[in-house]
């Protein structure tokens, strides 16, 4: 990866900043976007102190004409995509109003679409790969997880289309489709919904995976690395599960 151009959207926290770590830490020229200014700042300043190539850029990817800009003041095409930046929502359809499918249509679905849109156009003639992060939610049913769901197909979708179209250009896509990771999202959403019963309830959906514990944001980051290396250069139109045997193992 020495040499190459990434950029990781989401970039600056949870699995993103261990995505954004690890390419770095490979060699990689890292731009990560990120809606978070103050997190970005800092992480950029952090990695940069290590020796890494690393720069921050804010970006609601949700905004096309936002996303365009960035793209625009690349110094050089990018060589790899990594659509990471998402947000949740817990709740059924009923329950779901339409200001929050809305909000996570534009982030999880027109984010993937905004960003990929432009890193085609560079990564024409000269090939290039693109990751999304999916989630296992667009392979099975889990309870109140409507919209979440809903965004998560798509983009498991969108993932193969896109390896269709562009598999003659040299352009490779593949998404990866975690289980529970355990990054801030999850303490955050503990210590909102369940005060007083963060490690009661960590536990519980711990063990809601077969493994009996959430996967860690490195082990995402190592999975991601080895996708868009050349030495995944075989690999297109796939989607890979990272879920501690969720899907297909039962306790």
């Known amino acids: 990866m020495k040499g190459k ?4 959207t989401g970039g600056a926290s949870g699995i993103g900043l261990a995505i954004s770590e690890r ?6 020229s890292v731009i990560m976007l990120d809606f978070n200014i103050q997190a970005g700042e800092k992480v950029e300043s952090e990695l940069v ?5 690393v720069t921050f850029l804010s970006c609601d990817v ?3 004409s936002a996303v365009k800009d960035v793209f625009a003041q690349l110094k050089a095409p990018v060589d790899i995509l990594v659509n990471n930046a998402g947000v949740s929502h817990v709740g059924n359809i009923e329950n779901t109003s339409e200001e929050d499918f809305d909000r996570l249509f534009q982030i999880n679905v027109k984010g993937v679409y905004n960003c990929t849109q432009e890193a ?5 003639g000269r090939g290039g790969v693109i990751l999304n992060m999916a989630s296992i939610v667009a392979l099975v049913g889990i309870p109140d997880r409507f919209a979440y769901s809903m965004t998560k197909g798509a983009v498991l979708s969108m993932t193969l289309s896109v390896a269709c179209d562009y598999i003659k250009e040299g352009i490779r896509c593949n998404c990866i489709s975690p289980a529970r990771v355990h990054t801030p999202f999850v303490d955050d959403f503990l210590s909102k919904n369940y005060p007083g019963k963060e490690q009661e309830m960590f536990e519980k959906l711990a063990q809601t995976q077969p493994i009996g514990r959430m996967g860690s944001t490195k082990e995402v980051a190592s999975l991601a690395y080895y996708i868009c290396s050349d030495e995944a250069a075989f690999i297109t139109g796939t989607n890979y599960p990272v879920d501690g045997g969720f899907l297909h193992l039962k306790p």
């Open 5 to 8: 151009s990434a950029i990781i």
């Open 23 to 28: 390419f770095a830490k490979e060699g990689a």
């Open 49 to 53: 102190e290590k020796g890494y190539d």
């Open 62 to 64: 949700s905004k096309q």
């Open 120 to 124: 085609i156009a560079q990564m024409k």
